[in-house]
C-alpha cells in the first residue's frame, strides 16, 4: 500500500489542523492505520491508530482524534488545542498484522512522508 500524507502547516497555539492519508490498494478496510510524529533530535513517537478500537498517546488524549474513511481510503488526524511542544514531523503508517500492539514504530509495514506541522507560541 502506498500513503500519501496532507495537510500540514503553520498554526497559532490554540489552533486547529486536520492532517489526511490517502491510501492505494483495495483492502484498505483491513489495515490498522497510524501517525507517528518525529521532532527535530528526537525519536519517531506514536501519536494515533485506528484498528477496529482507537488508541491515543497520553500527551495528545482530549485534542487529537484518529478516524477513517474506508470509501475513500482516507485516515484523518484531527489536531485541536496545538501546543508548540506538537511541532513536528507527522508521518502516517500501516500494517495488517492483527496481533500487533499498534503503538510502536515497529508495527508498521509501509509509511508515507511525511507532513510539517509547525506550532507558534
Known amino acids: 500500500v502506498q500513503l500519501q500524507a496532507s495537510g500540514g502547516g503553520l498554526v497559532q497555539a490554540g489552533g486547529s489542523l486536520r492532517l489526511s492519508c490517502a491510501a492505494s490498494?483495495?483492502?484498505?478496510?483491513?489495515?490498522?492505520l497510524g501517525w507517528f510524529r518525529q521532532a527535530p533530535g528526537k525519536e519517531r513517537e506514536f501519536v494515533a491508530a485506528?484498528?477496529?478500537?482507537?488508541y491515543y498517546a497520553d500527551s495528545v488524549k482530549g485534542r487529537f482524534t484518529i478516524s477513517r474513511d474506508n470509501a475513500k481510503n482516507t485516515v484523518y488526524l484531527q489536531m485541536n488545542s496545538l501546543k508548540p511542544e506538537d511541532t513536528a514531523l507527522y508521518y502516517c503508517?500501516?500494517?495488517?498484522?492483527?496481533?500487533?500492539?499498534?503503538?510502536?514504530?515497529?508495527?508498521?509495514?509501509?509509511w508515507g512522508q511525511g507532513t510539517q506541522v509547525t506550532v507558534s507560541s
Open positions: 490498494g483495495r483492502t484498505f478496510n483491513y489495515y490498522t
Open positions: 503508517a500501516a500494517h495488517q498484522d492483527a496481533l500487533r500492539t499498534n503503538t510502536r514504530y515497529s508495527d508498521y509495514d509501509y
Open positions: 485506528i484498528s477496529w478500537r482507537l
